[in-house]
């Protein structure tokens, strides 16, 4: 009997140790993120609280809170040439994502729901485009650029980054696309549907999380993109705002106050598209990147 009742205990005992262990490996990962977090998010917490702060203050109360809020450091620096940047910025990314994800919504769209000949090749180029580097073709792209008579054009960042997002956002778009069932496109069909009408009616309502993932990470991508930006732009008035910013900083000298202000603005896009959108971001990589 007493081996009979024992037994119930030692299952108890057994799951309240279980509980612990799940317990602390949770605390221990939540341990983990928040340090992750603050490793990440300081930096910015003091790019932002520099950019209240005059040149001086940077240096003599680099860890304080800004014992004047120069907000006054944004209205100059927006006077400065930021306001040129971003504008030049907005354009080139705006293009840049458009034509990536309409041209690989209707690539995909062809790659996931029809077989022809060199279906196969066409993918495992576009697997082997993910493994180039855009800094390995910088000296060809650059005699295309100057060929083209695009040099120092918006064209001349559009195309690339077109060239170089399509590989990926085509790859992650017809993942999505292949888990979409056949069915409905058959009973489309049936209704007297079009090819082309099944693709606006069925398969972009129900792809808008990949779409949208593809939107910010393209958006992303094009927004930071420094080498192509000093290279085939050389007038200040076409200059996006990561090269521009660089130019900026030698024509402020040491006014790092307003710098910090100017790379505030060019990080708030980005920061406000994520926020906005990062429900659809975190479920479009996860059902987009289940099925190849």
């Not at 022809?116 to 855009?134: E, T, V």
């Not at 695009?150 to 696309?177: G, K």
């Amino acid at each position: 009997m007493k081996a009979v009742f024992a037994q119930p205990d030692n299952l108890a005992l057994s799951h309240k140790k279980n509980a612990l262990g799940t317990k602390a490996a949770i605390g221990l990962v939540a341990l983990l993120l928040i340090g992750y977090f603050l490793i990440v998010a300081y930096p910015l917490f003091w790019m932002l609280m520099s950019s209240f702060k005059k040149t001086e203050e940077i240096y003599s109360s680099t860890w304080s809170l800004p014992h004047e809020w120069m907000f006054s450091n944004y209205a100059k620096a927006w006077e400065m040439g930021v306001s040129q940047y971003f504008l030049n910025s907005v354009i080139v990314s705006t293009v840049a994502v458009i034509i990536t994800v309409l041209v690989s919504a209707f690539s995909a769209y062809g790659l996931s729901r029809f077989s022809f000949k060199g279906k196969y090749l066409i993918l495992g180029l576009l697997s082997a485009g993910l493994m180039f580097s855009p800094q390995v073709s910088l000296i060809p792209l650059y005699k295309l650029v100057q060929n083209l008579g695009i040099h120092d054009t918006h064209w001349a960042l559009i195309l690339p980054y077109v060239a170089f997002r399509i590989s990926m956002t085509v790859l992650l778009i017809r993942s999505f696309f292949l888990k979409i069932p056949k069915e409905l496109e058959e009973s489309a069909y049936l209704e007297g549907c079009s090819s082309l009408g099944i693709f606006f009616r069925i398969f972009v309502p129900l792809s808008k999380p990949i779409i949208w993932t593809t939107v910010l990470l393209t958006a992303y991508w094009t927004w930071n993109e420094f080498l192509f930006a000093i290279i085939f732009i050389d007038s200040n008035s076409m200059k996006t705002i990561t090269s521009g910013l660089l130019a900026f900083r030698d024509a402020l000298y040491t006014d790092w106050g307003v710098l910090m202000a100017g790379l505030v603005i060019s990080a708030l896009p980005l920061v406000l598209l994520f926020i906005f959108m990062q429900k659809h971001f975190v479920r479009g990589l996860a059902e987009g990147g289940v099925k190849g």
